[in-house]
């Protein structure tokens, strides 16, 4: 009776017992990815919507406060970076808005006078605006695919019309 080799080695290879195992293992790392960049897209989105919500109310404010008579009378709108600021990053009760993964770095005024046919001449327009960080907490995700993105830095900018108290 002659046993052949062969045999065993031919039902092995028949087998698919554990493939489906090897099959998620290839495409686990592309899942990965693309729930990280979902993720932090979408976090980014979030993120990048709270800052311009916050320049939006500070640029309001600042239309509210400074005197209307401000380019006749020569004022400025730098004493009230902090108080800006603060709209941009808090609630009204001094909550942070942000998580802690977005940092305001400055907040500025700024005021131009506009001469034109207008009521008054020249009109004031006030800006504000804020550079902001927002770090990626599922950086470390992205960068084992080759992204060294950890990080992004941006200007929000809103401008608006100055009506005075």
Known sequence: MKIRLAT???RFSKNEDGAII???GLVLPVMLLLLAVT???ARLMWSYQSVIAGVRDASRYL???APADICTSGGSVVGLTTTLKNIVEQDIGGNPLFPSNITVNSVTPSLSCVSGTYRMNPAPVGQVSANITIQFPLGGILSLFGSSASSVTTDVADTSRIFGQ
């Open 22 to 24: 090897v099959e998620f």
């Open 39 to 41: 993720l932090e897209s």
């Open 8 to 10: 065993p080695f031919r």
């Open 63 to 65: 239309s509210r406060v």
